[in-house]
Nanobody, 121 residues
C-alpha cells in the first residue's frame, strides 16, 4: 500500500500561483510514477500532469502546458505541482496518484484525498 497526502491548496486570484505537495509513505516511492489529477464539479476527473519514477519523463495536458510544472524528490518521498498563471477554469479538487505501471496515462492504483484549489476571477 502507498499512502498519499496532498497539501498546498487554497484560494488564489486569477494570474496567481500555488504549489501543491503530495507526501507518500508505505512502499518505495521511487518504484512509482506519479500523477496529478483534477476534478471539477460536474466534470470528469482528468489527468493534468505526470512524472516518471526517476523524474526524467513528464506529461502535461494541453490546458496546463507552459503554466504548470511537476517535479519529484525521491529522497523526500514527495511530488510537487507548481501552478502559475492560474485561471478560474483551473478550479478543482486536485488529487495525486501513484502507478506501478510503465505508462503515465493509466493504471493509477493509489490516490490521495485531494486538495481544493479555487481561482477567483
Amino acid at each position: 500500500q502507498v499512502q498519499l497526502v496532498e497539501s498546498g491548496g487554497g484560494l488564489v486570484q486569477a494570474g496567481g500561483s500555488l504549489r501543491l505537495s503530495c507526501a507518500a509513505s508505505g512502499r518505495t516511492f521511487s518504484n512509482y510514477a506519479m500523477g496529478w489529477f483534477r476534478q471539477a464539479p460536474g466534470k470528469e476527473r482528468e489527468l493534468v500532469t505526470a512524472i516518471s519514477r526517476g523524474g526524467t519523463v513528464t506529461y502535461y495536458a494541453d490546458s496546463v502546458k507552459g503554466r504548470f510544472a511537476i517535479s519529484r524528490d525521491n529522497a523526500k518521498n514527495t511530488v510537487y505541482l507548481e501552478m502559475n498563471s492560474l485561471k478560474p477554469e483551473d478550479t478543482a479538487v486536485y488529487l495525486c496518484a501513484a502507478t506501478g505501471g510503465r505508462t503515465l496515462d493509466r493504471g493509477y492504483d493509489y490516490w490521495g484525498q485531494g486538495t481544493q484549489v479555487t481561482v477567483s476571477s
